[in-house]
């Protein structure tokens, strides 16, 4: 796992354990849906971040007898239970509670407090959406959209981190308008579908989540621009004539491995062969770090063939 991913993990938890210590005591005082609803987020975002560590942790176990390309799928299968957590325990739970008091409408109590802890969620969130973006920012191409990150990015924890923040803070907005409404019409029900808002939030987060980690989950490709690169590189190697077909995978966010069908100048003894397919695997590592393991088949090119 990169450092900045690890910062940015690590802030996201300590920020989302002592808001939800917070939201709690403030749903005690005042018996806010919206309050136990995003005292219910902030908990699942921080057993999120627990999750993202645990799985951090685990890939890098070393490839053994059972799982010879090793254990870097850990962090996707880890990031696709984040987002059954959020969907199940933030997102259900808030749409329960939420239509709960909609049923059985509540008064909330001191109102004052469940705005000043609001409020004081709102600035640690923001300070954990700082802490991802700046982290995010080190590693995006400077072109690319934030959007564009979570939907193409190879590694897990990142876009988990930002759009569990992203989520946070529109909920706490959420969680202050219906507060706000609650006591300025005397009406529990604007309370209750703040609740209500933030479950279908965070349910569709967690969907954007998972399928997202379900892509990783089964395979990617490298992107175009690196399997461009891979094929510049295998191309600009001594004595390869020809790139016949390349299949790119990725086995984690740092490990791609790269399978080739190379055509080679004619004429060649077994020991040159071999020097030009090491110098082929040069090229191909020195232009795209990430790649791993290297697969080179020699073959003859074929007009004729698919």
């Not at 299968?77 to 509670?97: D, R, T």
């Not at 590693?139 to 897990?156: E, Q």
């Not at 529990?188 to 954007?208: H, K, Q």
Request: with cysteine; charged share 20%; glycine share 10%.
């Amino acid at each position: 796992m990169q450092e900045g991913s690890r910062r940015a993990i690590v802030a996201a938890f300590f920020a989302n354990l002592g808001i939800a210590v917070a939201k709690f005591v403030g749903f005690i005082i005042t018996g806010s849906a919206a309050l136990l609803a995003e005292t219910g987020h902030s908990l699942a975002d921080t057993g999120n971040q627990a999750l993202l560590m645990l799985g951090g942790k685990r890939a890098k176990q070393p490839p053994d007898g059972q799982h010879q390309f090793g254990y870097g799928n850990e962090r996707y299968f880890w990031a696709f239970v984040v987002a059954l957590v959020l969907f199940s325990m933030g997102g259900l739970f808030a749409l329960y509670e939420g239509i709960q008091k909609l049923r059985y409408p509540h008064v909330a109590d001191s109102i004052g407090v469940a705005i000043g802890i609001l409020v004081a969620a709102v600035a640690l969130e923001s300070f954990s959406l700082l802490t991802a973006v700046r982290e995010v920012r080190h590693i995006k191409p400077a072109d690319m959209s934030y959007w564009c990150f979570v939907r193409t990015s190879k590694h897990p924890e990142l876009p988990v981190v930002l759009l569990e923040d992203v989520g946070a803070e529109i909920g706490l907005v959420f969680a202050l308008l219906g507060v706000l409404l609650t006591s300025a019409t005397d009406n529990p029900r604007w309370d209750a579908l703040g609740s209500v808002a933030i479950g279908v939030l965070l349910v569709i987060i967690a969907g954007i989540l998972a399928i997202r980690m379900k892509a990783l989950l089964i395979g990617e490709s490298a992107s175009g621009a690196d399997q461009q690169a891979i094929v510049e590189a295998l191309r600009s190697a001594d004595r390869v004539d020809r790139v016949i077909h390349l299949r790119t995978l990725y086995f984690g966010p740092e490990e791609l491995m790269v399978a080739a069908k190379l055509g080679f100048a004619p004429a060649m003894t077994v020991g040159e062969l071999a020097a030009a397919v090491d110098a082929a695997e040069a090229a191909v590592r020195e232009r795209v770090p990430a790649v791993g393991l290297i697969y080179i088949e020699p073959d003859l090119y074929r007009s004729d063939r698919g």
